[in-house]
């Protein structure tokens, strides 16, 4: 149904900032072109670790953040639309990883909900 694609990944020195974006877009055998999304976000996954949630938006408005990154990145967007940014700043080498864009998604037909991906951005920060 729908297709993801993250930009703004890059090289940053520990202390610098970086803002990733998200936009879904329907894919060409898509049938409901107003899916209802519950919540959209940003998973990371670094070597040798496995994937965790590192910040989402409901679409009311909720927010969550994994404490690692509490008070040092901020996620906004358009839930509705599935755009989502993240605001990353004081970044650490320990934020190295490949960002995920993630939307959760009602499925059309039946109850219940889907998970969407992007192919994800590397993110690394140099100390």
């Not at 072109?33 to 909720?62: F, I, M």
Request: proline share 3%; with cysteine; aromatic share 8%.
């Amino acid at each position: 149904q729908l297709q993801l694609m993250e930009t703004g990944g890059g090289l940053v020195q520990a202390g610098g900032s970086l803002r990733l974006s998200c936009a879904g877009s329907k894919r060409s055998d898509s049938i409901d072109p107003n899916p209802v999304v519950n919540a959209v976000g940003w998973y990371r996954q670094a070597p040798g670790k496995q994937r965790e949630l590192v910040a989402s938006v409901t679409s009311d408005g909720t927010t969550h953040y994994a404490d690692s990154v509490k008070g040092r990145f901020t996620v906004s967007g358009h839930v509705g639309a599935i755009t989502v940014s993240l605001q990353m700043t004081n970044l650490e080498p320990e934020d190295t990883a490949v960002y995920y864009c993630n939307a959760v998604v009602r499925k059309t037909f039946s109850s219940g909900y889907v998970n969407y991906w992007g192919q994800g951005t590397q993110v690394t920060v140099s100390s």
